[in-house]
């Protein structure tokens, strides 16, 4: 069976509420999905996952320091994530926060580790954002992206 891990890191709880989100979409597919904040993930933890996904608070239009700290200590297993499945979203603060330049950030690591990224032609194209606190819209997209996540993942892990 195919295993998916979402990774989070939240100050105020909106980054949190989506990845549970994110989770529940991947889960509804399924593929056994693990939601934790990044706190609680020691880098070896990726190669157990077919599918690593990321969500991280916008702070000045990057990730959060903790989400790049485990982002930077992957570096050791570089060439060992190759093939799995890579996706991100972010939570801002306002309108024009950051979230894209943020999720791509985190996407630029995980084509570095040669992962798949999945793009969205008809909805959040790089990944789900929400301004503050998940509306129903950001809700609905967190959803729908964890469910393309999990069935390019067992289409991948068909052997």
Do not use: W
């Amino acid at each position: 069976m195919a295993k998916a891990i979402v990774i989070y890191y939240s100050v105020s709880g909106n980054t949190k509420k989506m990845a549970q989100l994110v989770g529940e979409g991947i889960t509804s597919e399924g593929v056994e999905t693990t939601v934790k904040d990044v706190m609680e993930v020691a880098p070896d933890e990726l190669l157990k996952y077919d599918a690593i996904v990321i969500g991280s608070p916008t702070y000045y239009g990057s990730m959060a320091a903790e989400i790049k700290k485990l982002l930077d200590d992957s570096v050791k297993f570089h060439g060992k994530l190759d093939g799995k499945v890579g996706a991100a979203f972010s939570s801002s603060g306002n309108i024009a926060g950051g979230n894209e330049t943020t999720i791509l950030g985190i996407l630029n690591a995980m084509l570095i580790h040669g992962m798949i990224i999945h793009g969205d032609p008809q909805g959040d194209h790089y990944g789900p954002v929400a301004i503050g606190s998940p509306d129903s819209r950001t809700a609905k997209e967190c959803a729908r992206f964890g469910a393309r996540i999990a069935k390019l993942t067992k289409k991948l892990c068909i052997s």
